[in-house]
C-alpha cells in the first residue's frame, strides 16, 4: 500500500529559498548528483485538497528520487486552508509567487529553466494546471502572468474544481480552498478553475491511477476531454492497479511512468 510513503523519511533538501515573509513561502531544492548545468528542471507542487494539515514533507520520496534520477527539483510550500490562514485567495497568491519565482531560483544555483516542467499531485495537480493557465486571466487580474513551463504533468490531479465541488471530494475540499461552493461563489471558481481557462496552450500529461479512489480517474478524462476539445495537446496515461498515493511513490509500479511521462515533457 503506497500510503506509507506520506510518512516515509527522505533526504533533506540542499537548499531552502524564501519567497515571501510567510514561514510557508518557502522553496526547498534538491540536485542532481552528477550536476545542474544542464539537467532539466521541475518544480512539483504537493497534495492534500488544499488543506494545512498535508505539507510538502510528504512529497520528500518523490522529490528526492527525481533529483536522482538527474532533474533538479524544487518543490513550493503555500498557505492552505486551515486556521493560519491560507485558502482563497492566500494559496493562489503564492502558488503564483512561487512558480513565478521557481525558474530564477534555480537559475541562481547555476540550473538552466529554458526546460522546465511544473507538475503537481491530486490538489497539486489543480493549482499547477491553473498556474500554467494564469496568461487567460484578465491582465488586471494580480495572478495574471506571462511566466510558462515546458509542459504540466498532472498526477491524480484535481484537474477541475467544478467537478471537485459537485462530486464532494475530500468532504467538501473544494468549498473550503473556496470559501464557499460554485452556487455561492461563481466568480471565484472561474479565475481559479484550470478547466475554466482553456487552452492551457502548452502540453498536458495526465496520469491517473484507474483505481483511485480519492479522486476518481473520471476527473482526468473529463478535463482530457475538455482540454482536447479547446485545442490543447493532452495526453491521459490510465495506470491499472494504482491507487491514489502510488503515483507519488517511488517504490510503487506507477514510477516508470511518472518518470516517462516528465522526461517527455524536458527532452
Known amino acids: 500500500m503506497s500510503r506509507d510513503v506520506l510518512t516515509r523519511p527522505s533526504p533533506p533538501p540542499d537548499h531552502t529559498f524564501a519567497y515571501g515573509p510567510h514561514p510557508d513561502q518557502v522553496i526547498d531544492v534538491r540536485l542532481p548528483p552528477e550536476g545542474i548545468r544542464s539537467a532539466p528542471v521541475v518544480v512539483f507542487v504537493h497534495g492534500g485538497f488544499w488543506r494545512e494539515e498535508y505539507d510538502r514533507m510528504h512529497a520528500g520520496p518523490l522529490a528526492s528520487a527525481l533529483a536522482e534520477a538527474g532533474h533538479v527539483v524544487a518543490v513550493p510550500e503555500f498557505r492552505r486552508s486551515g486556521v493560519r490562514g491560507g485558502g482563497w485567495p492566500e494559496t493562489f497568491d ?133 482540454a482536447a476539445g479547446a485545442g490543447d495537446i493532452v495526453t491521459l496515461r490510465e495506470l491499472p492497479g494504482i491507487e491514489h498515493f502510488g503515483l507519488i511513490d517511488p517504490l510503487s509500479a506507477a514510477w516508470p511512468h511518472v518518470l516517462g511521462a516528465i522526461a517527455a515533457m524536458v527532452s
Open 94 to 226: 503564492d502558488i503564483a509567487a512561487a512558480l513565478d519565482a521557481a525558474g530564477e531560483l534555480v537559475a541562481s544555483l547555476g540550473a538552466g529553466p529554458e526546460r522546465i516542467v511544473w507538475a503537481g499531485h491530486s490538489a497539486g495537480g489543480h493549482l499547477a494546471l491553473w498556474a500554467a493557465a494564469r496568461h487567460r486571466l484578465p491582465p488586471g487580474s494580480p495572478w495574471h502572468s506571462a511566466v510558462r513551463p515546458s509542459g504540466v504533468v498532472s498526477l491524480a490531479g484535481c484537474c477541475s474544481l467544478e467537478l471537485c465541488d459537485a462530486w464532494g471530494l475530500g468532504a467538501g475540499a473544494a468549498a473550503a480552498l473556496m470559501g464557499g461552493s460554485l452556487a455561492g461563489v461563481p466568480e471565484r471558481y472561474a479565475v481559479a478553475d484550470p478547466a475554466a481557462l482553456l487552452p492551457l496552450g502548452v502540453p498536458v500529461t495526465l496520469v491517473h491511477g484507474a483505481e483511485d479512489l480519492t479522486v476518481p480517474v473520471a476527473m482526468s478524462r473529463e478535463y482530457a476531454a475538455m
